[in-house]
């Protein structure tokens, strides 16, 4: 009953998603926890399972951009994959790391995420003790416009949230890591207009690279940081 990590490359994020929902399913095979790491076609976006898009998203700007977006398995809110690393932790429910408390399957994960994250920034990083207001009720529907409790925080801003979903055979902890910023441009094509998504995101959320990034910069960091999620995992 160790770690395993699986790589499944590049898809689109339909796919992406349909794999995890298949690990889910699957997990009353598995004795061991797995880290499944992945990519995506295009630029992209996932909403949680109870989330319309319509309701929260410019669906004009969605079109005109091309952004891939995919229903999640698990619950949680609308978020942007174009420069984040997206993960996904998948536990048997007969595993040691198991636990029926999910704050602390969510405590379990993103300690290692903090583990991982640390070794690329000169700050300590911690799990979010208590949840803050929103905003608006608009930013309760976007993962990096309002933290949760558990989240990654650096300096009180949010660096990592995640999502799960549990069965009587384990749980799906689907999660992300802020690399990059988005420029504010285009978040104001995707987003919803008159609400508070933007200066939700700006005021509570912390990324490696900041607002400057290459595309060049954003891989190399990436591949960084997914290395240091493998050893994360495996070191357990």
Same mark, same amino acid.
């Given at each position: 009953?160790?770690?395993?990590?699986?790589?499944?490359?590049?898809? #689109? %994020?339909a796919?992406?998603? =349909?794999?995890?929902?298949? +690990?889910?399913?699957?997990? /009353?095979?598995?004795?061991? *926890?797995?880290?499944?790491?992945?990519?995506?076609?295009?630029?992209?976006?996932?909403?949680?399972h109870?989330?319309?898009?319509?309701?929260?998203?410019?669906?004009?700007?969605?079109?005109?951009?091309?952004l891939?977006?995919?229903?999640?398995?698990?619950?949680?809110?609308?978020?942007?994959?174009?420069?984040?690393?997206?993960f996904?932790?998948?536990?048997?429910?007969?595993?040691?790391?198991?636990?029926?408390?999910?704050?602390?399957?969510?405590?379990?994960?993103?300690?290692?995420?903090?583990g991982?994250?640390?070794?690329?920034?000169?700050? #300590? %990083?911690?799990l979010?003790? =208590?949840?803050?207001?929103? +905003?608006?009720?608009?930013? /309760?529907?976007?993962?990096? *416009?309002?933290?949760?409790?558990?989240?990654?925080?650096?300096?009180g801003?949010?660096?990592?949230?995640?999502?799960?979903?549990?069965?009587?055979?384990?749980y799906?902890?689907?999660?992300?890591?802020?690399?990059?910023?988005?420029?504010?441009?285009?978040?104001?094509?995707?987003l919803?207009?008159?609400?508070?998504?933007?200066?939700?995101?700006?005021?509570?959320?912390?990324?490696?690279?900041?607002?400057?990034?290459?595309?060049?910069?954003l891989?190399?960091?990436r591949?960084?940081?997914?290395a240091?999620?493998?050893?994360?995992?495996?070191?357990?």
């Amino acid at each position: 009953m160790g770690w395993k990590h699986i790589d499944t490359g590049i898809r #689109s %994020a339909a796919a992406n998603m =349909e794999l995890d929902a298949a +690990l889910l399913s699957d997990l /009353k095979e598995e004795e061991d *926890a797995i880290l499944h790491l992945y990519e995506w076609e295009k630029d992209s976006a996932t909403y949680g399972h109870f989330i319309d898009p319509k309701n929260f998203l410019n669906m004009e700007g969605v079109k005109s951009s091309s952004l891939d977006l995919a229903k999640r398995p698990t619950g949680g809110g609308i978020i942007f994959h174009n420069c984040d690393l997206a993960f996904s932790v998948l536990v048997p429910s007969t595993h040691p790391n198991f636990s029926a408390n999910p704050l602390e399957n969510y405590a379990f994960v993103n300690n290692r995420v903090i583990g991982a994250i640390e070794q690329m920034v000169d700050f #300590s %990083a911690e799990l979010l003790p =208590e949840e803050p207001s929103p +905003l608006d009720e608009h930013c /309760k529907s976007f993962c990096m *416009a309002k933290p949760t409790k558990y989240d990654v925080m650096i300096q009180g801003k949010k660096i990592g949230g995640a999502a799960q979903r549990k069965t009587r055979d384990g749980y799906l902890h689907q999660g992300s890591v802020s690399i990059g910023f988005l420029s504010e441009s285009y978040l104001r094509e995707m987003l919803a207009p008159q609400t508070q998504v933007f200066e939700g995101m700006r005021a509570n959320s912390f990324s490696l690279l900041g607002e400057k990034w290459t595309s060049k910069e954003l891989e190399e960091a990436r591949r960084e940081l997914r290395a240091h999620f493998v050893k994360a995992f495996n070191d357990l």
